[in-house]
Protein backbone atom coordinates (compact mmCIF):
# COMPACT_ATOMS: atom_id res chain seq x y z
CA UNK A 1 0.00 0.00 0.00
CA UNK A 2 2.04 3.35 -0.94
CA UNK A 3 1.72 6.39 1.28
CA UNK A 4 2.16 9.83 0.19
CA UNK A 5 2.52 12.55 2.39
CA UNK A 6 2.65 16.25 1.00
CA UNK A 7 4.88 19.08 2.74
CA UNK A 8 5.35 22.91 1.91
CA UNK A 9 2.31 24.02 2.10
CA UNK A 10 1.51 27.78 3.74
CA UNK A 11 0.71 31.28 3.15
CA UNK A 12 2.85 33.13 0.36
CA UNK A 13 2.21 36.62 -1.52
CA UNK A 14 1.25 36.80 -4.87
CA UNK A 15 3.67 36.95 -7.60
CA UNK A 16 6.18 34.30 -5.26
CA UNK A 17 6.59 31.16 -5.74
CA UNK A 18 6.23 28.34 -3.70
CA UNK A 19 7.36 24.20 -3.98
CA UNK A 20 5.23 21.36 -3.20
CA UNK A 21 7.18 17.85 -1.99
CA UNK A 22 4.92 14.54 -1.84
CA UNK A 23 7.23 11.89 -0.75
CA UNK A 24 6.23 8.13 -1.14
CA UNK A 25 6.38 5.24 0.87
CA UNK A 26 5.36 1.76 0.71
CA UNK A 27 5.57 0.86 -3.22
CA UNK A 28 7.01 0.94 -6.47
CA UNK A 29 6.78 4.82 -6.33
CA UNK A 30 9.57 5.09 -9.66
CA UNK A 31 7.05 3.07 -11.86
CA UNK A 32 4.56 4.85 -12.11
CA UNK A 33 3.60 9.18 -13.47
CA UNK A 34 2.87 11.49 -10.63
CA UNK A 35 -0.02 14.19 -10.63
CA UNK A 36 -1.56 16.89 -9.08
CA UNK A 37 -4.68 18.68 -8.02
CA UNK A 38 -6.18 21.08 -6.42
CA UNK A 39 -9.22 21.84 -4.83
CA UNK A 40 -10.82 24.99 -3.80
CA UNK A 41 -13.47 25.64 -1.96
CA UNK A 42 -17.25 25.18 -3.07
CA UNK A 43 -15.33 23.94 -6.37
CA UNK A 44 -14.65 20.38 -8.13
CA UNK A 45 -10.77 18.88 -7.71
CA UNK A 46 -8.80 20.48 -10.66
CA UNK A 47 -6.21 18.72 -12.37
CA UNK A 48 -2.78 20.84 -12.47
CA UNK A 49 0.11 19.22 -13.65
CA UNK A 50 1.40 15.73 -13.97
CA UNK A 51 4.69 14.10 -15.35
CA UNK A 52 5.39 10.45 -16.26
CA UNK A 53 7.85 7.99 -14.27
CA UNK A 54 10.92 8.58 -15.66
CA UNK A 55 10.55 12.28 -16.23
CA UNK A 56 10.66 12.35 -20.11
CA UNK A 57 7.04 14.30 -20.40
CA UNK A 58 5.61 16.75 -18.08
CA UNK A 59 2.43 18.21 -18.65
CA UNK A 60 0.32 20.98 -16.92
CA UNK A 61 -2.77 22.52 -17.39
CA UNK A 62 -3.16 25.39 -19.90
CA UNK A 63 -6.02 27.31 -17.80
CA UNK A 64 -3.20 28.08 -15.20
CA UNK A 65 -0.99 29.39 -17.81
CA UNK A 66 1.77 27.08 -17.29
CA UNK A 67 3.23 28.43 -13.92
CA UNK A 68 2.58 24.96 -12.16
CA UNK A 69 5.36 22.42 -13.41
CA UNK A 70 5.58 19.06 -12.14
CA UNK A 71 9.44 17.21 -11.17
CA UNK A 72 10.13 13.97 -9.68
CA UNK A 73 13.32 12.65 -7.86
CA UNK A 74 13.03 8.65 -8.00
CA UNK A 75 16.04 7.71 -6.05
CA UNK A 76 14.37 10.01 -3.13
CA UNK A 77 10.69 8.58 -4.06
CA UNK A 78 9.73 12.14 -3.95
CA UNK A 79 7.24 14.22 -6.29
CA UNK A 80 7.49 18.11 -6.63
CA UNK A 81 5.39 20.70 -7.81
CA UNK A 82 6.64 23.96 -8.44
CA UNK A 83 4.74 27.09 -8.61
CA UNK A 84 5.32 30.59 -10.11
CA UNK A 85 3.61 34.00 -10.43
CA UNK A 86 1.44 32.67 -7.62
CA UNK A 87 -2.62 34.41 -7.21
CA UNK A 88 -4.99 34.18 -4.73
CA UNK A 89 -7.36 32.45 -7.24
CA UNK A 90 -4.60 29.56 -6.57
CA UNK A 91 -5.56 29.57 -2.85
CA UNK A 92 -6.68 25.74 -2.59
CA UNK A 93 -6.03 22.57 -0.89
CA UNK A 94 -3.38 20.75 -3.56
CA UNK A 95 -3.29 16.83 -3.79
CA UNK A 96 -0.37 14.70 -5.29
CA UNK A 97 -1.31 11.40 -6.64
CA UNK A 98 0.09 8.31 -8.01
CA UNK A 99 -1.22 6.64 -11.33
CA UNK A 100 -0.79 2.84 -11.88
CA UNK A 101 0.49 3.18 -15.16
CA UNK A 102 3.75 4.97 -16.41
CA UNK A 103 2.25 7.19 -18.66
CA UNK A 104 0.44 10.99 -17.45
CA UNK A 105 -3.05 11.30 -17.04
CA UNK A 106 -5.57 13.99 -16.52
CA UNK A 107 -8.49 12.72 -15.41
CA UNK A 108 -8.75 12.16 -11.18
CA UNK A 109 -9.86 8.24 -11.97
CA UNK A 110 -6.55 7.46 -13.38
CA UNK A 111 -4.43 7.72 -10.18
CA UNK A 112 -4.75 5.23 -7.44
CA UNK A 113 -3.13 6.47 -4.43
CA UNK A 114 -3.73 10.07 -2.58
CA UNK A 115 -2.10 11.99 -0.24
CA UNK A 116 -3.58 14.09 2.41
CA UNK A 117 -3.48 17.72 0.77
CA UNK A 118 -1.50 20.71 1.38
CA UNK A 119 -2.75 23.77 1.87
CA UNK A 120 -1.70 26.84 -0.07
CA UNK A 121 -2.91 30.33 0.65
CA UNK A 122 -2.21 33.06 -1.55
CA UNK A 123 -2.79 36.35 -0.09
CA UNK A 124 -2.62 39.60 -2.21
Known amino acids: QVQLVESGGGVVQAGNSLRLSCKASGGEFSQYAVGWFRQAPGKEREFVAAINWNSATTFSSPSLGRRFTATRDNAASTGYLQMNALKPEDTAVYYC?????????????????WGQGAQVTVSS
Open 97 to 113: ALSDTRGIASPPERYKY
